[in-house]
């Protein structure tokens, strides 16, 4: 059971927006900054969003972040089959360090 | 650029050792040195990390089992697992863990492609 929860599925069809949530506590998602990892079938996560919003080169802006009390969003808009994978969230906790979100699996209808 | 290496599979009870060869980066520079797993099906787990000063930090359900340790001549770090069990069995990705204005954060930059380790008899 992950200290960051996030819907274990989502889904939306190409073109659509679509929303992964992200629910945490004040020692964690309420007190730091969230990160958001994608990762396609049998590769690596790659980060996707820093510090709450922040896109790292090359990262397209239909990616986005929010953060509000102790949840976080990410947001995908012009869905594409590409981005069918899993994404994480990602947060330091003033107690067990850092913690991963338990994944959500994005199918692109 | 970084590339796990190690064996694929361990017998349990035995430790898993690992090791993680950086390129194009020195270890003596800003970043923490991390391993991250992952089970056969199931989400990302964080292990551990250590700057080049020896300052680690260390998931506390792993804490009493796990070592991570530099070498700044051969530019690798490695983690140790030690009286591993089926439940340890994993792809062990290692990673730079980056700080922000000299505070931890989960910002995990620069993977490897991950290495699957078996525990198994």
């Known amino acids: 059971q992950s200290v960051l929860t996030q819907p274990p599925s989502a889904s939306g069809a190409p073109g659509q927006r679509v929303t992964i949530s992200c629910s945490g506590s004040s020692s964690n998602i309420g007190s730091k900054y969230v990160y958001w990892y994608q990762q396609l079938p049998g590769t690596a996560p790659k980060l996707l969003i820093s510090?709450?919003?922040q896109r790292p080169s090359g990262v397209p802006d239909r990616f986005s972040g929010s953060k509000s009390g102790t949840s976080a969003s990410l947001a995908i808009s012009g869905l594409r089959s590409e981005d069918e994978a899993d994404y994480y969230c990602a947060a330091w906790d003033d107690s067990v360090f850092a913690v991963f979100g338990g994944g959500t699996k994005l199918t692109v209808l | 650029y970084l590339q796990e290496s190690g064996p694929g599979l361990v017998e349990p009870s035995e430790t898993l050792s690992l090791t993680c060869t950086v390129s194009g980066y020195s270890i003596n520079l800003g970043y923490y040195w991390g391993w991250i797993r992952q089970p056969p099906g199931k989400g990302l787990e964080w292990i551990g990390s250590?700057?080049?000063?020896?300052?680690?930090y260390y998931n506390p359900s792993l804490r009493s089992r796990v070592t991570i340790s530099l070498d700044t001549s051969k530019n690798q770090f490695s983690l140790k697992m030690t009286s591993v069990t089926a439940a340890d069995t994993a792809v062990y990705y290692c990673?730079?863990?980056?700080?922000?204005?000299?505070?931890?954060?989960?910002?995990?930059?620069?993977w490897g492609q991950g290495t699957l380790v078996t525990v198994s008899s």
């Open positions: 990673a730079t863990e980056d700080t922000f204005r000299g505070l931890m954060t989960t910002s995990f930059d620069y």
């Open positions: 250590m700057f080049h000063s020896g300052a680690a």
């Open positions: 510090r709450n919003d």
